[in-house]
């Protein structure tokens, strides 16, 4: 059974009082181990389906079940903590809280878990090694350069150790050195971990570390490269 099961997705925005089409009948499966990128120019669907696989946000017609749970059937309180505990998020603009250093922002998460103070830190300080930044624990991301504010929010993404990990632009912020080398990172972490990677993008360079590539054009599946 796949781990993520989209089926006729279905997603409506109202914008200047008109109603725009944002996904209009896509169905996808992505297996568990994964690693896809979903591609499409500016406005072709890619980051709504990838929020809404994440649920981030809600479908308005269509089925979408995650690790076999029909996301439906969820509320408001239980979705968030299905997502807490089953996906990691990395965005482009980081989304780091300026006023924790390193360390809290990547421990975040844990907290919302209720996990243990010693997990935390130990977890922390495994993936501050992983990602190259042992040391930086104290650091305020203020201080830090873009590749490696991203580096953090993948520590953050994966301290949780979650099934699925969903990545929005992840190097439309970075030069494309960094970006290379934060692909690369992400690349690792899905091989290592096992973690299920499925991010966006419209850089077919990007799209290159993916071993499936998904192509949205206008709100529907345009291609589906397969696994590889």
């Known amino acids: 059974m796949p781990?993520?099961?989209v089926r006729d997705g279905r997603k409506h925005y109202t914008?200047?009082?008109?109603?725009?089409?944002?996904?209009?009948?896509?169905?996808l499966d992505i297996d568990a181990g994964?690693?896809?990128?979903?591609?499409?120019?500016?406005?072709?669907?890619?980051?709504?389906?990838?929020?809404?696989m994440g649920?981030?946000?809600?479908?308005?017609?269509?089925?979408?079940?995650?690790?076999?749970?029909?996301?439906?059937?969820?509320?408001?309180?239980?979705?968030s903590r299905f997502r807490n505990r089953t996906m990691g998020f990395i965005f482009q603009s980081f989304n780091l809280i300026p006023v924790l250093s390193v360390h809290e922002n990547i421990e975040y998460p844990l907290l919302l878990q209720e996990v243990s103070a010693s997990e935390r830190r130990d977890r922390v300080e495994a993936l501050l090694e992983q990602v190259g930044l042992a040391g930086?624990?104290?650091?305020?991301?203020?201080?830090?350069?873009?590749?490696?504010?991203?580096?953090?929010?993948?520590?953050?993404?994966?301290?949780?150790?979650?099934?699925i990990v969903f990545a929005d632009e992840p190097t439309a912020a970075l030069d494309q050195k960094t970006g290379r080398a934060v692909m690369e990172l992400m690349v690792q972490m899905?091989?290592?971990a096992g973690a299920t990677l499925v991010f966006s993008t419209h850089d077919a360079t990007v799209a290159g570390y993916a071993r499936r590539v998904v192509k949205l054009l206008d709100g529907k599946l345009a291609e589906d490269g397969g696994a590889a």
Do not use: H, W
Request: with cysteine; glycine share 10%; charged share 30%.
């Open 3 to 5: 781990l993520i099961r």
């Open 15 to 27: 914008l200047d009082k008109a109603l725009t089409t944002a996904l209009d009948g896509v169905s």
């Open 34 to 52: 994964e690693r896809v990128a979903l591609m499409g120019p500016s406005g072709s669907g890619k980051s709504t389906l990838l929020n809404l």
């Open 55 to 79: 649920c981030l946000d809600r479908l308005d017609g269509g089925s979408l079940e995650i690790d076999g749970q029909d996301t439906k059937a969820l509320r408001d309180v239980a979705l």
């Open 136 to 163: 930086f624990g104290r650091r305020s991301p203020e201080n830090l350069s873009g590749g490696q504010r991203q580096r953090v929010a993948i520590a953050r993404a994966l301290v949780t150790r979650p099934r």
């Open 190 to 192: 899905n091989e290592k």
